[in-house]
């Protein structure tokens, strides 16, 4: 089993900036994948990301592409999720997830683990 750990969330204006990070460690010679989720207040959880387990292929949801960049450290297993142009909507809980199979994919249960979480909140 993998273990993930986000950090890098915060309070930013609209407009701004903030990069997430998420940690990968134990059992990773199995990942095929990654990708960054989503939970609002009161929201299920929402796909954000995909990235190959190479960092080669990336896909984003409509909502995010063109602010959003999902990055690997290929000399360490750090995951890095850029987000610029944050509006309030992007306000949420965004948990990193990895999973074992092929493809880049977009649903949260086709995911084998994900971490804790970190909170970004956007003010108007």
């Known amino acids: 089993q993998a273990q993930l750990v986000e950090s890098g969330g915060g309070l930013v204006q609209a407009g701004g900036s903030l990069r997430l990070s998420c940690a990968a460690s134990?059992?990773?010679?199995?990942?095929?994948?990654m990708g960054w989720f989503r939970r609002a207040p009161g929201k299920e959880h929402e796909f954000a990301a995909a990235?190959?387990?190479?960092?080669?292929?990336?896909y984003y949801a409509d909502s995010v592409k063109g602010r959003f960049t999902f990055s690997r450290d290929n000399a360490k297993n750090m995951f890095y999720l850029q987000m610029n142009s944050l509006k309030p909507e992007d306000t949420a809980v965004y948990y990193c997830a990895e999973h074992g199979g092929s493809g880049l994919r977009t649903r949260l249960y086709e995911y084998d683990d994900w971490g804790q979480g970190t909170q970004v909140t956007v003010s108007s």
């Open positions: 990235i190959s387990w190479s960092g080669d292929s990336t």
């Open positions: 134990g059992r990773t010679n199995g990942i095929q994948g």
